[in-house]
């Protein structure tokens, strides 16, 4: 089955403390996005990458850090999480950057 | 800048009515639109893909359209249903970003 997975679904950590939510498809797909989702905001692009060791700054990259280093997988990492990091977060791909986007099931982030 | 506005922000109808969620954008500079149903807790699935030289693109009751020149779209749904019940969101591949922008969504209630 084609899909987009996400780990972990729900996270509550407190300031400060790294983590990494991690992303995974299975449909070489080249592109790949990661988006937070607030009320009122809509979703909003963190970081893509279009291929291997590409990657590249979205809308709001502030306090993230992205890699992919393998084309199925692209993790985002949170070095050092900020109660405004709170948000509801999804992973996307798609064969083409503007093609038929796959997303993942989301993780609801919540930093205290 | 792109700027993409889903009305009505709500809407709620009963089963079995014919309805019309709009989405509109300011530059017309765009590869295609697409359409993203989302459940609550869940993730997107993409609903409808229309490529800038289409004019509209249909599955099963859902129809959408794309006048490009006058910077909106329209998701026609018919015959409603309780199952319909979702945020529907629409989400432009803009040439300028290498990205999608999203709508902040269109929260549909049908009523049985």
């Known amino acids: 089955e084609a899909q987009v997975t996400q780990n972990p679904r729900y996270l509550i950590t407190v300031t400060g403390k790294k983590l990494t939510v991690t992303c995974s498809q299975n449909?070489?797909?080249?592109?790949m996005s990661w988006y937070r989702q607030d009320p009122g905001l809509g979703l909003r692009q963190i970081y893509y990458?279009?291929?291997?060791?590409?990657?590249d700054k979205g809308d709001v990259p502030e306090g993230y850090k992205v890699s992919r280093k393998e084309k199925r997988n692209f993790p985002l990492i949170l070095e050092s999480p900020s109660p405004n990091q709170t948000s509801l977060y999804f992973c996307?791909?798609?064969?083409?950057?503007?093609?038929?986007?796959?997303f993942g099931p989301g993780t609801r982030l919540t930093v205290t | 800048k792109q700027e993409v506005t889903q009305i009505p922000a709500a809407l709620s109808v009963p089963e079995g009515e014919n309805l019309v969620l709009n989405c509109s954008f300011t530059?017309?500079?765009?590869?295609?639109l697409q359409w993203f149903r989302q459940d609550p807790g869940k993730g997107l699935t993409s609903l409808l893909l229309?490529?800038?030289?289409?004019r509209e693109q249909t599955s099963g009751r859902l129809n959408a359209s794309l006048d490009k020149s006058s910077g909106r779209s329209t998701l026609y749904i018919a015959a409603s249903q309780p199952g319909d019940s979702a945020t529907y969101l629409c989400?432009?591949?803009?040439?300028?970003?290498?990205?999608?922008?999203f709508g902040a969504g269109t929260i549909l209630r049908v009523k049985s």
């Open positions: 996307a791909s798609s064969s083409l950057g503007f093609n038929e986007q796959y």
């Open positions: 449909m070489n797909h080249e592109y």
């Open positions: 990458s279009m291929n291997v060791e590409v990657t």
């Open positions: 530059d017309s500079a765009i590869y295609n």
């Open positions: 229309i490529q800038s030289s289409q």
């Open positions: 989400a432009l591949g803009w040439e300028y970003g290498n990205k999608l922008v």
